[in-house]
């Protein structure tokens, strides 16, 4: 505050003479001889404090934060100054337009000869500061998107250690800890302490929201924070109108619930706030899952995962019997048996065609055999007799080869098919066995034919030297009725010797008499 | 398991034991692993109870020493109605 010096004219009178002065003369002053006359009349007859009502215009706060300014009237103009100490505890912004009070002196500023009004102290007109204030923070915060939807955070389900930041002995706390011991108690509280009103609460407040982020990690992990107080005039709540409190819950990384006052308090922080509750009460329940509804959802999950399970088990059950009963695991059992039926049939088969030509052969061998038997007429038909022999041993041998493959064949496919589970392979089984009966019926029928063939050929060839034949031809062959000896010479007839004589047709007996030595031809 | 349930907290042991249930219910996981699943599942539910059973309320006052660091003291809620400072 510049030195107030009382108006003294005598001054006035006798300037101090000076090097370069004016001329001394009557009524001629210099320039700041007239500055400290209006300041002494300032001085003199204008009251040290004024509060001035008119509309701010000019406005402008350099970096020094001195607070320039002009009061209007429509006709006149003010110019007015409010140091940066004053300044500093505006609670709003001055604006242009708006209509104020502003109180303080009258001084001159000298270098300019201006009047001005050191502005001390700063009211809106009509509407409170604090309400300005509120409007303007606001207004501010909101361009800045720090009320933004998106901004807010949810809140965790079920947190398991919250802060609080509000005062130690007040409402709130008391409201909250009720609140929480009720709905979930397994709930841990960190309270951190701070004043809730006047100055420098807000500070406070800013600095518990900044250590509570900071230190989250050090006090086990914080899943979300109370911020506020219970209610109050609008002065008591205004700590969270404050910038610094709007700052710091806006910075906060753990969601924050604010709860101030009562319902119908609105403030800047509720408006930061990830989430707002009407009260105190209202933000413990907000955080706080209901232990009640907890135990029931327990309940529930529990019945519902043993009706799962149960239901599960059940399920499984009755697809695995089902399963069992199924064609699907029944069939290839039914496929290997219907196979097995199958082997069989082609075994019986297989020994019926190799039995026939076994038959046929012997029969042919026994007719040539008896034959032979009957004959003994010379080497050439033992000879031939030994050929058939050999060849049907060797047909029988190539039948039983054969007969012997096939069965071996069948039997791999057999015991293949048991072990077959898959269905790919058992397809392969089942579509090779399909066609395995034709396939042997046709291998025994290209064995038998050629070798039936080379028989009677044989049969053939033995038949063209049966004696029979000769006999047609008028032949005939006489034996010893009693020896069946065949009697090749007359040495060997005696007298009345019983003979049978065999022709073509059939044979007679006789008796031999009168041997004659001379041959047949003589 | 991929964590054992005694390290979840309680909202993460919540989720874990939703989403069990629900794949139970689906009906679209086999015979084992639904009883693999009910028994994870019970597991889950015996751990939320023992953090809902421990009701003792827990209250510390967080004051910054001279250093900035946290320090936890026991806190004694205020009884009356009407405290000075609200």
Redesign the interface.
């Known amino acids: 505050m510049p030195e107030r010096r009382p108006f003294d004219p005598s001054r006035i009178r006798r300037p101090a003479p000076e090097p370069g002065a004016p001329p001394a003369g009557p009524n001629i002053l210099s320039v700041r001889q007239v500055n400290e006359l209006i300041r002494g009349a300032l001085a003199r007859y204008v009251p040290a404090t004024l509060h001035v009502l008119g509309e701010i215009g000019d406005l402008s706060r350099p970096a020094s934060g001195h607070l320039y300014f002009s009061l209007k009237d429509p006709d006149s103009e003010l110019r007015c100054v409010m140091w940066r100490s004053s300044a500093a505890r505006l609670k709003f912004e001055p604006e242009v337009g708006l209509e104020v009070i502003a109180s303080g002196g009258i001084e001159l500023y000298t270098p300019r000869g201006t009047v001005q009004l050191i502005v001390r102290r700063l009211e809106p007109r009509g509407v409170g500061a604090l309400e300005i204030a509120f409007r303007q923070l606001k207004e501010r915060l909101e361009r800045e998107g720090l009320f933004a939807a998106s901004r807010k955070r949810p809140l965790?389900?079920?947190?398991?250690r919250i802060?609080v930041v509000t005062?130690?002995?007040?409402?709130?706390?008391?409201d909250i800890?009720q609140t929480?011991?009720r709905r979930y108690?397994?709930?841990?509280?960190?309270?951190?302490?701070v004043?809730?009103?006047g100055e420098g609460a807000a500070e406070e407040i800013a600095a518990a929201v900044g250590?509570?982020n900071k230190?989250a990690e050090?006090?086990g992990g914080i899943d979300v924070a109370i911020v506020g107080?219970?209610?109050?005039s609008l002065e008591?709540l205004w700590p969270f109108n404050e910038e610094v409190v709007a700052r710091a819950i806006a910075a906060s990384r753990i969601p924050i619930v604010s709860a101030v006052g009562h319902e119908v308090d609105v403030t800047i922080s509720d408006l930061v706030a990830d989430l707002r509750a009407p009260t105190p009460t209202a933000a413990a329940e907000l955080v706080s899952p209901s232990?009640a509804d907890?135990?029931d959802?327990?309940g529930t999950?529990?019945t519902?995962?043993?009706r799962?399970?149960t239901?599960?088990?059940q399920?499984?059950r009755a697809e695995l019997e089902a399963t069992l009963a199924a064609a699907a695991l029944a069939r290839p059992l039914a496929r290997i048996n219907e196979r097995r039926q199958l082997v069989d049939e082609l075994q019986q088969r297989l020994h019926d065609s190799l039995t026939a030509a076994f038959r046929r052969g012997s029969e042919r061998l026994a007719a040539a055999g008896l034959t032979l038997l009957r004959f003994r007429t010379g080497a050439r038909f033992s000879e031939a007799r030994r050929v058939v022999e050999q060849r049907l041993h060797r047909f029988l041998q190539a039948l039983n080869a054969m007969a012997l493959s096939g069965e071996h064949r069948l039997a791999t496919s057999l015991a293949g098919l048991e072990r077959a589970q898959p269905a790919g392979q058992l397809k392969r089984y089942d579509e090779y066995l399909r066609h395995t009966p034709e396939r042997l019926a046709a291998a025994v029928r290209l064995a038998v034919v050629p070798r039936r063939r080379l028989l009677d050929a044989r049969l053939q060839a033995l038949s063209a030297c049966d004696p029979r034949r000769v006999l047609q031809r008028g032949y005939s062959i006489t034996r010893d009725a009693r020896s069946r000896q065949v009697i090749r010479s007359v040495q060997q007839i005696r007298d009345k010797l019983r003979i049978i004589t065999e022709l073509a047709d059939g044979e007679f007996h006789a008796t031999a008499d009168d041997p004659k030595q001379p041959g047949l031809f003589d | 398991m991929s964590k054992s349930a005694k390290q979840l907290k309680f909202e993460e042991a919540m989720e874990r034991l939703d989403a069990i249930v629900e794949a139970m219910e689906s009906g679209e996981i086999g015979i084992e692993e639904s009883i693999a699943k009910y028994e994870e599942a019970m597991n889950l539910a015996a751990h939320c109870r023992r953090i809902l059973d421990q009701a003792e309320q827990r209250i510390q006052k967080i004051q910054l020493d001279a250093a900035g660091k946290p320090r936890a003291t026991p806190f004694e809620p205020p009884a009356s109605e009407d405290a000075g400072d609200r």
């Open positions: 965790p389900r079920i947190p398991e802060a005062s130690p002995s007040g409402a709130a706390i008391r800890l929480v011991r108690p397994a709930l841990e509280i960190l309270l951190f302490p004043r809730v009103q250590a509570l230190h050090a006090l107080r219970g209610g109050g008591d232990l907890l135990l959802w327990l999950q529990t519902r995962a043993a799962s399970v239901h599960a088990v399920l499984a």
